[in-house]
């Protein structure tokens, strides 16, 4: 088996993962990097505000309602951007590294089971060689005996 080198250049470092983006002063750490993984479809949509209503309408008298939910803040945001930013983050070099993965993996199990294919492999022919031997033996065993019965039965 290969030593694994320390430093491999066909694996991207973090560095190359994740681009730094030009970046208002303004904008939160979360714009700060820009990393597109997944597509738009599957990617985390923006929270909507609750609908409220209308002050001029009354709740019914017979029904208990919760308190409004808080409107998200902006740390509430800033999380949710974070969280968003590492899901995205994680989903790209697990990506990256798939394909790694499998070719080193595919190369292990190869050379482990390298010598154990070649035993296999090894016995399955020495088993072949005596079925065969046996079954040549009976075959021209019985040919010899119906031989020689077909000669006794022509003399008598």
Do not use: C, F
Not at 63 to 80: C, F, W, Y
């Amino acid at each position: 088996m290969t030593p694994t080198p320390a430093y491999d250049e066909s694996i991207p470092v973090l560095t190359e993962v994740v681009a730094e983006a030009a970046v208002p002063a303004d904008a939160g750490p979360a714009e700060a990097l820009s990393v597109e993984v997944l597509p738009a479809e599957a990617q985390p949509a923006e929270v909507a505000p609750a609908e409220v209503p209308p002050a001029d309408v009354a709740p019914a008298a017979d029904t208990v309602e919760a308190a409004p939910a808080a409107a998200p803040t902006a740390e509430d945001h800033e999380n949710n951007a974070w969280q968003a930013l590492e899901e995205r983050l994680v989903a790209r070099v697990l990506d990256r590294l798939q394909d790694r993965v499998e070719l080193t993996l595919e190369d292990q199990i190869r050379t482990s089971l390298a010598p154990v294919l070649d035993h296999v492999a090894t016995r399955l022919a020495a088993e072949l060689r005596d079925g065969l031997r046996h079954t040549v033996e009976q075959v021209v065993s019985r040919a010899v005996s119906q031989e020689l019965a077909h000669l006794k039965s022509r003399t008598s």
